[in-house]
């Protein structure tokens, strides 16, 4: 016999809600008073602007501010925000803080602009989080604030990241995230020279992904630091770097390396990557990518 969707509870009526898009779920608003602000309850959200006009961007900013206006207390389970230039900074902060209040588990935000991300300082104590995925190509850098502490965060991807703006960041960061399993950090560059200091360092970390990519192509300044005794695998993109220190890998027993970006024969290129390969010399399972490494080698 069968039954009225009408009738279903409502945390059945959520569930169902939030397997949909969220521009579906929205639309179920018009069935009737009960349905009006339901969708608001939803413990997941994708928000993307691209594609809309302008003039439709304005309505797609409102929308959110209702959503969250509207949404009771009830903890989010992802926050996803795909957003562009002409998107309000102020109204970029005050989604994330309003996520952040309702215990939101996974946040994604992607930047198809050039926009400065503005990230309140708060996050990087927020104790909800597990899932943290910031995608941007913001300068000067990613700055991280003098307190910070993810007591629940397992995956950190940093996308896109071009610097971190001093280098302690990026080790106050990592060191400060206690159960961190799963980190993929991306850095692009646009000219020669760049200075940067990366120091991956976490006792609770298994899987790493690190791209340094060079657009222009040139020869970057990065230190590579990575020490992580709990480390079992490895992906390295780009090896044209100006230094790498491996301490505390023993415990590394797959890696995929990738040298096919850079395709130049310099003394800079055979350095950094007879580094890499001695850093994991202990491993198990080994997969290679790029000509360049058999002909320098």
């Known amino acids: 016999m069968g039954s009225n969707i009408h009738e279903l509870p409502n945390e059945v009526l959520l ?3 939030s397997l949909l898009p969220t521009k579906d779920a929205v639309r179920t608003s018009v069935l009737s008073t009960r349905w009006r602000y339901l969708y608001a309850s939803i413990s997941q959200f994708d928000i993307d602007f691209w594609g809309f006009k302008t003039a439709d961007r304005v309505g797609v900013m409102n929308f959110v501010d209702r959503m969250f206006h509207y949404r009771d207390r009830s903890p989010m389970d992802k926050f996803r925000l795909c957003y562009l230039d002409a998107i309000d900074p102020l109204r970029l902060e005050g989604w994330i803080l309003a996520a952040m ?7 994604d935000l992607y930047n198809y602009g050039l926009c400065q991300l503005l990230l309140p300082a708060s996050l990087f104590t927020c ?9 941007m190509r913001t300068e000067p850098g990613l700055e991280v604030p003098a307190e910070v502490f993810l007591p629940n965060l397992k995956v950190l991807h940093l996308a896109n990241v071009i610097s971190f703006l001093n280098v302690d960041s990026s080790e106050r960061l990592f060191l400060n995230c206690p159960i961190l399993e799963d980190l993929v950090v991306q850095s692009y560059y646009e000219w020669d020279d760049y200075k940067c200091k990366i120091h ?6 298994k899987r790493l992904t690190m791209e340094f990519m060079c657009v222009l192509g040139g020869f970057s300044s990065f230190d590579v630091v990575i020490n992580a005794p709990n480390l079992v695998y490895l992906k390295y993109v780009g090896c044209e770097v100006n230094s790498h220190a491996f301490v505390n890998v023993q415990s590394l027993t797959e890696a995929y390396i990738d040298f096919e970006e850079f395709l130049g024969y310099s003394s800079h290129y055979l350095h950094s990557a007879t580094d890499v390969m001695k850093g994991i010399s202990n491993i198990q399972t080994l997969h290679i990518s790029g000509e360049t490494l058999v002909v320098g080698f």
């Not at 209040?101 to 946040?107: D, H, I, K, N, S």
């Not at 909800?128 to 995925?133: D, E, H, I, N, S």
Request: glycine share 4%; hydrophobic share 45%; net charge positive.
């Open 200 to 205: 991956v360092s976490s006792p609770t970390l």
């Open 15 to 17: 569930h169902i809600l």
């Open 127 to 135: 104790n909800t989080l597990a899932v943290l995925k910031l995608n």
């Open 101 to 107: 209040q309702r215990g939101v588990r996974e946040l």
